[in-house]
Every structure is written in C-alpha cells, then in structure tokens.
C-alpha cells in the first residue's frame, strides 16, 4: 500500500499536535493518521475519485493497529462545523479536498488546507 498521511504526536488532551511530533517532546506516542490510498498491490489508483481511493482505505485498515488511523470525513454544513469546532480547539485547520477529483501532488485546485489563524499565534 501507498497512503498519504500524517504522523502526529498524541498530547495530553489526546488531541493531535503536529508542531510537537516535530520537536524533541514530540517524542512520546505517535500515530499516522491515513486519508488517501495511492496505490496497492501494484495498481495505481490515483486516477480514481478520492471518494473510491478512501472507501478501499478504510476497508484496508479495519484491524489495523491503533498507530495507524484512518481519518474520518465530512462533506457539506457538518465539514463547516468541524472546521470551526477544530479551530476552538485549537488545532491546526483541516484539509478540503473535492471527492471526484483524482490525486495530484503538490499544490491544485482541488484541494486547500484551511489553517486555523489563531493556531499560528501559539
């Protein structure tokens, strides 16, 4: 398998933080939270809808270790409603992609990453 992701240390708050996964207290628990399948068993699957690529992720995980987390989404008022949430709680943002788009790397238009303003102040 080939997984998009992120390694993101676990806090005391059990909440993610990525600053801390890159310093040295950082260094406790950490977890790979997965959101897109790229490739398994040989076939290329990023011209498929991201929708497609996440349904055969999620299928692949169930049983995984908990160090390797699928990460849930949402689509519509319940995605504007986690943002905001995520944003009192102080974390990063979140990453809004369109679920027919296949995967393209490096900067498109098919995809944001929506920052929380405050979480840059900390």
Not at 13 to 34: I, K, M, V, W, Y
Not at 41 to 55: H, I, N, Q, V, Y
Not at 99 to 111: E, L, N, Q, T
Request: charged fraction near 30%.
């Amino acid at each position: 398998m080939l997984i998009d992701g992120e390694a993101v240390a676990h806090c005391e708050n059990g909440l993610p933080d990525f600053h801390r996964t890159l310093s040295a207290a950082g260094q406790r628990e950490a977890c790979l939270l997965a959101f897109d399948l790229l490739a398994v068993d040989g076939e290329d699957l990023r011209p498929l809808p991201l929708l497609a690529r996440r349904w055969r992720l999620e299928a692949l995980l169930k049983g995984c270790p908990d160090a390797l987390i699928f990460s849930e989404h949402m689509t519509g008022r319940t995605a504007r409603r986690c943002c905001v949430t995520r944003c009192r709680l102080g974390l990063e943002g979140i990453v809004s992609k369109k679920v027919a788009a296949p995967y393209m790397s490096g900067r498109r238009s098919c995809w944001r990453k929506i920052k929380n303003p405050a979480y840059e102040r900390r």
